[in-house]
């Protein structure tokens, strides 16, 4: 017969990791279908292979999907800022990515910014909850 183990509490995610990931995820599919337009317009240097758009997005789209296993340190939050700067640098190749970057830029400033602060807001009222409680 199997033993029974104990089972583990889930590991706490906080709020900027959930949103940061949500983003990066969708983000992700974004930026491969953004390579796709890239290689379907043949919108890099001459000399380049048009095939690099492809690579370039799906590059691109796998670091966001790893980055988001990576939000529980504080260092993967650089990680998805520095993704952000390269979405934005595929506007050289098609303008109209620009939008994208903006959009999802504002969706990352968002989760990490945002999400940092109501963060705070809800440690300090469990706190002022569990004072109000004891006292």
């Known amino acids: 017969m199997a033993e029974l183990t104990p089972e583990r509490a889930p590991r706490y995610r906080s ?3 959930k949103l940061g990931q949500v983003v ?3 983000e992700a599919i974004v930026v491969f279908l953004a390579g796709l337009v890239i290689y379907g317009l043949r919108a890099l240097p ?3 292979a048009p095939w690099w758009g492809i690579v370039a997005g799906a590059v691109v789209a796998v670091a966001m999907l790893l980055t988001t296993g990576l939000l529980r340190h504080s260092w993967g939050f650089g990680i998805g800022w520095a993704l952000q700067a390269v979405v934005a640098l595929g506007a050289f190749a098609v303008p109209a990515i620009l939008v994208v970057a903006l ?3 504002g969706m990352w400033a968002y989760a990490t910014i945002g999400g940092a602060r109501i963060e705070q807001r ?3 009222q469990r706190v002022q909850s569990e004072r109000d409680s004891k006292g």
């Open 46 to 48: 001459e000399g380049v």
């Open 122 to 124: 809800v440690i300090e």
């Open 15 to 17: 709020l900027p990791e």
């Open 103 to 105: 959009v999802f830029g």
């Open 24 to 26: 990066l995820g969708f």
